[in-house]
C-alpha cells in the first residue's frame, strides 16, 4: 500500500477498484490529481448506501483481483475456525508481481462462469462480519505514503465507485470518518496501514542471492500471513534461546492472534533488516 519517500519524490499506493478489480497500483504523487475519481478531504461529504433493494446487489463481488492483507487472513480463518494453513492452502493466490520482493495474496476466486468471490451467497457475503479491508472501504479508494517532512503516513481518498453502481445514488451522507465507522473499518484501516509500512520496505531487494522463495524471504512470509504457523515456531523451536522477550509479552502471544501479528512486523523488520524493536532482543 505505500512506497517510502526514500525511493522517489513522493509515492503512495493505492488500493483500488479498477476496472472492477481489486489492485494494489503505485503512484507519483504528481500525478495523483491525474487519477479518476474524486480525491476527499477529511471534511468532504459523499453520498452512498448499499443495501440488498439495489438492482447491483451482489455485482461488485465478482472476477476480482481482491488483495487480502495479513489482518484480513487472521480475521477470516477465524471467522471460518480454520488454521491460516488450510486458509492460505484452500482460499488463496500467491503471486510475485515483476519488480516486487515480497509475495502478494490473492483472494482466489470460485470457478464458475461468473469468477465469483468463494464467500458471496444469494443473500450477500456470509463473512461481512469479517470481510476483507478492500470490500470494507469500498467505493472508496484508500492511499498511504510517506512524507519525508512528518513522522506518520498520511492518508489519501478516492471516491470512485464504478458505473453500474447504483449506491452512489442513495441519499445518505457520509465523510472518510463516518464511513469507516459506519463500516466497522477503523481497526481494520489501522492494521492496513502498519502492513503498508513494512511493505512499503520490500521496494528494494532484501534478499541478496536467495530471492523472496528463499529460507528467509519464506520465515518472514510466515510471520506475516501464517499466524498459526509462527506461534508454534516461537513457542516450538530455539527462537526464545535466540531471542529475548518479556513474560508479559509472550503471555499476549499464545492467546491474542493481534498481538502476534504486531510482533510478527517486528520481528520481520529485526529479522530482514535488523531494525531494533522494544519487544525482543537476541540473547
Known amino acids: 500500500m505505500t512506497h517510502s519517500a526514500r525511493h522517489g519524490p513522493l509515492w503512495a499506493m ?19 490529481d491525474k487519477l479518476p475519481g474524486k480525491r476527499l478531504s477529511d471534511k468532504d461529504i459523499f453520498g452512498f448506501n448499499c443495501h440488498s433493494g439495489l438492482s447491483c446487489f451482489n455485482k461488485c463481488c465478482r472476477n476480482l483481483n481482491l488483495f487480502l492483507y495479513p489482518y484480513d487472513v487472521l480475521r477470516l480463518k477465524n471467522s471460518l ?17 515483476p519488480d516486487n520482493f515480497f509475495p502478494d495474496v490473492l483472494l482466489q476466486m470460485s470457478d464458475n462462469s461468473e469468477n465469483t468471490c468463494p464467500f458471496l451467497r444469494a443473500s450477500g457475503c456470509s463473512v461481512y ?12 479508494e484508500q492511499g498511504i505514503f510517506l512524507n519525508p517532512d512528518k513522522n506518520k503516513p498520511e492518508l489519501i481518498h478516492f471516491f470512485r465507485p464504478p458505473d453500474f453502481c447504483m449506491g452512489q445514488h442513495e441519499d445518505q451522507e457520509l465523510t472518510i470518518k463516518s464511513w469507516a465507522k459506519d463500516q466497522k473499518a477503523v481497526k481494520y484501516n489501522r492494521m492496513t496501514l502498519k502492513w503498508a509500512e513494512l511493505k ?26 501464517n499466524l498459526d504457523q509462527y506461534r508454534d515456531f ?5 527462537f526464545l534461546k535466540r531471542y529475548k522477550v518479556k513474560s508479559a509479552t509472550l503471555k499476549k502471544l499464545k492467546a491474542d492472534d493481534l498481538e502476534l501479528m504486531k510482533f510478527g512486523f517486528s520481528w520481520i523488520k529485526f529479522f530482514v533488516w535488523g531494525i531494533k524493536t522494544k519487544n525482543m532482543r537476541l540473547r
Open 200 to 225: 512499503s520496505m520490500f521496494h528494494n531487494d532484501p534478499w541478496d542471492k536467495q530471492g523472496p522463495n528463499g529460507p528467509k524471504g519464506k520465515m518472514a512470509f510466515m510471520a506475516a500471513y
Open 81 to 97: 475456525k480454520i488454521s491460516s494453513d488450510r486458509f492460505l492452502d484452500s482460499y488463496v493466490d500467491i503471486v510475485l508481481r
Open 129 to 140: 462480519p469479517d470481510r476483507p479491508d478492500t470490500c470494507r472501504t469500498f467505493p472508496v
Open 14 to 32: 493505492l488500493s483500488t477498484y479498477y476496472s472492477n478489480n481489486a489492485i494494489m497500483k503505485s503512484i507519483n504523487l504528481k500525478e495523483i
Open 234 to 238: 516461537l513457542f516450538n523451536s530455539s
